[in-house]
């Protein structure tokens, strides 16, 4: 797979990554967990090049980074670039912004400094290559937090440290305390919204991007076609654009992606990544899956060549009917 920067000084990373939260939490939990099918998928995905692997302390909360440090374990390690968050915490009963199922903010600096050495035990590692601030705290100011995270990388707990979901004027604010390696955010076809500001200003910065749901949660892959496909303990029941009108309107949205798609002799996940890596050199998509026929599709995205006129097609897809959260 070809490569790319993780940020300005980063180390060399597959332009497609691999993104770890469903192994273990928010999708399909009715189903019977598979430790073992996720190990080996992450295994699989260093093997076909996509060495960003992400997780976090809140998805569980903590078996995600305990599954992934198992997966790392006995050599691997050094074949990832290992990326977790700090910031969001498990509140059951609570979805404030409902972002993350459960969960609210906390960017205390001492919380954050103390946060680090159980991602570091559960991942099995002595530092992180990319630790990022999941969600900035309202209640506290981000160079607060910004600055206990600048600690972590000089105690050499963390090689670089990164933003997700935050503002033009957030990076900025944290760039005076500590450079900014990368922002995570949704990016996909039907959720465009980092477009506007903040990744052509990560773009200018060489500021690395790092798409979450890049498939817009599984639909734009055509897995869903009414709501009833969801499985029945799952995060998406819960979203705005899988209630079943919003679903059956952007169902629009899969059917151009599928005409492109059919056009080149790939499949709609493939384009729908193509498209999100076209955005810029440092956009470093990072799907989800715990299924390997999953992962090689995804890998494959890295070799779909999108004309301009695919890109003008894609581009005049409808908005998409409900809001995220």
């Not at 080996?40 to 090049?49: F, Y």
């Not at 969600?135 to 990164?162: F, Q, S």
Request: proline share 6%; hydrophobic share 40%; net charge negative.
């Amino acid at each position: 797979m070809r490569t790319t920067k993780l940020g300005n000084d980063g180390p060399e990373v597959g332009v497609i990554g691999l993104g770890c939260m469903g192994m273990t939490h928010a999708y399909d939990m009715a189903a019977t967990r598979d430790d073992a099918t996720s190990i080996a998928v992450i295994h699989q995905a260093l093997d076909l090049g996509m060495t960003l692997i992400d997780t976090a302390d809140v998805y569980g909360p903590h078996d995600n980074e305990e599954l992934v440090g198992r997966a790392l374990s006995g050599g691997h390690r050094e074949r990832a670039v290992l990326a977790t968050k700090v910031g969001l915490v498990t509140a059951l009963g609570s979805t404030p912004g409902g972002s993350s199922p459960g969960s609210v903010r906390n960017g205390r600096p001492a919380y954050v400094r103390e946060s680090i050495d159980g991602s570091l035990r559960r991942l099995r590692t002595d530092h992180v290559d990319l630790y990022q601030l999941h969600r900035v705290d309202p209640e506290v100011p981000i160079e607060e937090t910004w600055g206990a995270m600048a600690e972590i990388v000089a105690a050499g707990k963390a090689r670089r440290i990164g933003l997700s979901e935050v503002t033009v004027d957030e990076i900025k604010r944290a760039e005076a305390v500590h450079p900014v390696s990368s922002v995570q955010s949704e990016l996909s076809l039907w959720t465009r919204d980092p477009l506007e500001s903040v990744l052509p200003y990560c773009v200018e910065q060489g500021i690395a991007f790092l798409p979450f749901s890049p498939l817009g949660r599984g639909f734009l892959a055509g897995r869903f076609a009414s709501f009833d496909d969801l499985p029945e303990d799952d995060f998406r029941r819960r979203l705005p654009r899988f209630q079943q009108e919003a679903l059956e309107s952007n169902l629009a949205i899969v059917a151009l992606v599928r005409e492109v798609a059919d056009r080149l002799g790939v499949t709609a996940a493939q384009v729908a990544l193509a498209w999100v890596l076209a955005q810029g050199p440092r956009v470093i998509p990072i799907p989800g899956t715990k299924t390997p026929k999953y992962l090689h599709d995804n890998a494959g995205a890295a070799a779909v060549t999108l004309s301009a006129a695919d890109l003008d097609s894609l581009n005049d897809v409808p908005a998409p009917t409900g809001t995220r959260y």
